[in-house]
C-alpha cells in the first residue's frame, strides 16, 4: 500500500473511532439530533464499505454503546458482502458486544433490525441466540414486551408457549403460571401487585389508575435499580421528602458526575463532603480498573456556557470535564486542573462565559507538567484559534510536554469532534473509563503509528474482548 | 424640536473578543464595577398590536400611533447611587382593550414620583418615534407645489417598517449559543459584518435577562437581506504567533495579548459606525444623574445612519443604548425631508440645494415613497414626462 493511501486509510480509521466514542445521535449545543444522527450514519456507511474487518473490530475498542449497537445492526445487514472468514469473526465479535450491551440498547437494536427489515438467516441467528442465552427472559419479557414481540416476530425465535402468548395477550390472558407474568395480569387488576413489577413498567400502570405518586414513590422503592434511584433523586425529594438512599460504589465515575452537577450550587456547597468522598472513591475505582498510571498530569478544562450541553444531554461536557479531573487526580503522580473560569472548588462549577482555553493552558504549561489533557468541545472563542496556536509555538520553541485534547462533542458537520487545530491531537470522549485508551488512539491520531500497527492493535483488542480479557475495557 | 449635537461614546465600555455565528457576529461589551444605582427590567405585552398616544392619554383625541410593541423597558434608577430596586409594580400589566394594548406615551414615569426614577419605556419606539416625526408637520406655507392634505394633515400618515428580530435568519441560534461574558452589559450586532444594531443596558444581570429581547426588537430590511444573502460571515483570525519571537512562557503571554489585542482593534473597527459618531441628541427625560436621550447620526444617502435612544450618567458613562440602523429608503426619505425643511419648504431651493432640477426632485420624493405630500398636478406633468 502506497503511504498517501495508508495515510487517507489511517486518518479514516481515526475520525471514525473518534466519532464513535464521542457521538450518541442526540442533540448537541451548536447541532440539533437530525444532524448529529445523519453524520454518523454516513460515517459507519463509509467505514463499513471500505474497510469491513475494521469495522467490526471497532466493536471491542470500547466506542459507546449507540456506535456499537449502529455496528452491529450495520454487519447484519450487510453480511453477503463479508467473505466466510470475516462472517466468523463478525458473529462472536457480535455475539460478545450483544452480551456486554445494556438489555434496553439490545432490545432496541433488534427492533430497529424489524424496522429495517434485516431478515437474513445470520440476524435471525443472533437475536435468537440472545433471547436463548438471557439470564431472566421472563424478565425481558415483563419490562421490554413491545420489544421483544417485535423481535420475536420478526425473526421467528422459537418460545416457549406461555412466553408466547404473554408476549401477544398481555394482560388480557386468563392466568400464567409463570409467576412474574401472573403478576402483571394481577398487577391490571389489583393495586398490590403493582409492585411486584419492574419500575418502568409499574409506573405506566400506576399513572394508568392515578395511583398518587408519593404512594407509589414509596411502595416501589425496594424494586428502583441503582440508575433508576439516581435518575428519581429529584422525584423523590419532592414527592417523599427524603430523596432515596443511593449507593455510590454501584454508580460510575461519569454518572455521579452528571449527578453532583444536577444538583443546585447551594445544595452541592451543602453535600460537598459527601460528594466529594463518592467522586473520589469512584475514581479510585475507575483508575484501578483501568490499571493506568500517569506522570506529572495538567488539566485544562472547559467550562465556558456552551459546556451545558443540550436538551438531551443536560451539562455533559461538563459532567465529563468534572469525571476526567477526578479520575486523573487518582491515575496520576502529581495533578493539577485548570478551569477556564478559575474556581476554588470544582464541585460548585457551573458553565459560564466564553471560552478562553489559552490563558488556562499558559498557566497548565508553566505549572511544568508531563502532559497536558485539554477537555473541551472545541468552540475557543476569546480568541478563536489561540489555544492550537500557543501549543504549536509551546512544542515547536520551548520543547512543551505533548497536549491532547479530549473531546465530548461529535461535531456532525466535519464527521469528527472539533479540534484545536494540528498541534493537538483531538480524540471524542464518552465516558472516563475509556481515557487510557483514548490517549493511546492520540497517538494514532498524530500520526505516531503505521496503519499496520493500528491494524495489529485493532487484532489484539478483538481477541481479548472475544477471550473477556481486561485490556477490553 | 431641541436637538443639540452630541457625541456617541462608548465610555466606560470596553469591547471583548466577537463570537461568530452563521450570518452573525456578536461583539461584546464590557464593564467592570457596574454601579447598580440604573437598573432594567424587561415587561412583555404580547402579541397584540398597541396604540401609542403620543402627546394624549391613548383613548383621547391627539395624536396617536399604531404599532407591534413586542416589549418595554422599565428603568429603575437612585440618585444617591445606592442600589436602584423595581418596585411591586414590576408585575402589572399596560391596561388593555380587546387584544389592542394602549400605552400612554413613550416614556412614562411610573410608581409615586416622590420615590422617584422609575419610568416605563417602549424600546426603540422612541428612537423610531423621533424618525416619524422629523418634519411631520410639513410645510408651514402653502407653497403651489404640496397637496391640500399635506397643508391641512401635514405628512399624515406617516409609516416605516422593520423587521422583527424573529424574522432574521438564523438570529435566534446565534443568540441561543452566544456565550455571555460574566462582565457584560451589551453587545453589537454585526450581519455580514455590517453594523446593525448596538444594545448596552447599565448591569451585566440585566443584561443576561435582556440579552433574548434582541430578538424582540427590530431591525432594517438592509439587515434581513444581509441575513439570508450571507449565511456564514467571513472567517476572521488573529495573525497566528510567530516562533522566532517566543523564548519563554511569558514570550508566549505577551503574543496572546497581542492577539487579543488586534480582535479589541477589530471590534473597534466594526463598532466605528456607531462609536464615536457626530449625533444630534433630543432629551427626553432626567432622572437624578441620568440623562434618556434619543439620537440620529447625520442623515445622508451615502453613510451608514443609525437612529437609536440612550441614558446617559452625568459624567458621560453610557447607561443604555438600544440603535436601529436605518435602510436605505429609510435614510433617503429623513434626506429629502430635512433638505426640504432646511430649505423652508420652498422646492425650488430644495431642489438647487441638492444640486438637481424641480422634476427630479418631484421623482425622487415620489420614488422614496412621498409623492402623497406633493401636489397631485405637478406629480401627473413629472410623471407624464418620463
Known sequence: MSSASERVAREDLVTFLN?????????????????QRLGIEFLHEYVLGNYRSLYARALACGVNHFNQALIVANLLATGRRATPEQRREEGRLIARALERLPTQRAMHLFEELARRRVNNRRARAVVRDYLARARDPDFLAVKYRRSMRRAVSHAHAPLPAERASFLRYGARARAYKAELFETFRRAHYARDALYELPFSVAEGLAHKFGVPREVFLRRIE????????????????????????????????????????????????????????????????????????????????DRSYSSSGSSDKRKRPLALALAVSRFLREASSAYAAFWTAQTDDELCVTPLGATDLATPLLDALAWGPELVVVVSDGY??????????????????LGAPP??????????????????????????????????????????????????????????????????????? | MTYHPATLSFEGLALGVPQAMGAFRLVPLLREGAPGDLRIAPRHYGRAPAVVGVDSRPLEPGIKYVSYVPHGLVVASTSDGSEAAFGAKLGREAGSCRGVNLLHRMVKGEGSSAAGGQFRMLPLHLALEGFLALHFGGPDVLWGEYSRHAARFGLSP?????????????????LRVFEIAPSQVGSIVLVADALAAAFVVSHPDDYRRLHRSLLEDFYGELIYRYAILHPETARAEAEPIDGARVASLDDLRAELARARRQW??????????????????????????????RFSTKLHPDEECHIGERIVRAD??????????????????????????????????????????????????????????LAPGLLASVLRKS
Request: one cysteine or more.
Open chain 1, 380 to 397: 475557543e472563542n476569546d480568541p478563536p484559534g489561540a489555544a492550537g496556536d500557543v501549543v504549536r509555538v509551546a512544542r515547536e520553541k
Open chain 1, 222 to 301: 425496594p424494586r428502583l435499580t441503582a440508575g433508576e434511584r439516581l435518575r428519581l433523586q429529584g422525584a423523590s425529594a419532592e414527592a417523599l421528602g427524603r430523596a432515596y438512599a443511593i449507593d455510590p460504589r454501584s454508580l460510575p465515575l461519569t454518572k455521579l458526575a452528571s449527578y453532583a452537577l444536577s444538583l443546585p450550587p447551594g445544595e452541592r456547597q451543602k453535600r460537598a463532603a459527601e460528594l466529594d468522598a463518592w467522586l473520589a472513591a469512584a475514581a479510585k475505582r475507575a483508575a484501578r480498573r483501568a490499571g493506568a498510571s500517569f506522570g506529572r498530569v495538567a488539566c485544562v478544562l
Open chain 1, 19 to 35: 466519532a464513535c466514542h464521542a457521538c450518541t445521535g442526540q442533540r448537541e449545543f451548536y447541532e440539533a439530533g437530525a444532524e
Open chain 1, 403 to 473: 497536549v491532547v485534547h479530549l473531546n465530548p462533542v461529535f461535531e456532525a458537520r466535519s464527521f469528527a469532534p472539533r479540534g484545536l487545530g494540528a498541534a493537538v491531537p483531538t480524540v471524542g470522549v464518552r465516558d472516563v473509563d475509556e481515557v487510557p485508551m483514548l490517549l493511546t488512539l492520540c497517538l494514532f491520531a498524530s500520526g505516531g503509528a503505521s496503519l499496520a500497527e493500528l491494524e495489529r492493535h485493532f487484532e489484539a483488542r478483538a481477541r481479548a474482548f472475544l477471550e473477556g480479557g481486561r485490556a477490553a475495557d
Open chain 2, 158 to 174: 406617516r409609516s416605516e417598517r422593520g423587521v422583527s428580530g424573529h424574522g432574521l435568519d438564523g438570529f435566534d441560534e446565534a
Open chain 2, 316 to 373: 458621560g458613562a453610557l447607561e443604555y443604548l438600544k440603535s436601529y440602523r436605518l435602510s436605505a429608503a429609510q435614510v433617503r426619505r429623513g434626506f429629502l425631508l430635512e433638505a426640504l425643511a432646511a430649505s423652508g419648504w420652498r422646492f425650488d431651493e430644495a431642489a438647487e440645494r441638492l444640486g438637481s432640477t424641480r422634476d427630479e426632485l418631484a421623482r425622487r420624493l415620489q420614488n422614496a415613497g412621498l409623492g402623497y405630500i
Open chain 2, 264 to 293: 479589541a482593534d477589530f471590534a473597534a473597527l466594526a463598532a466605528g459606525g456607531l462609536a464615536g459618531r457626530e449625533v444630534r441628541a433630543e432629551r427626553v427625560r432626567e432622572a437624578g444623574p441620568f440623562r434618556l436621550e
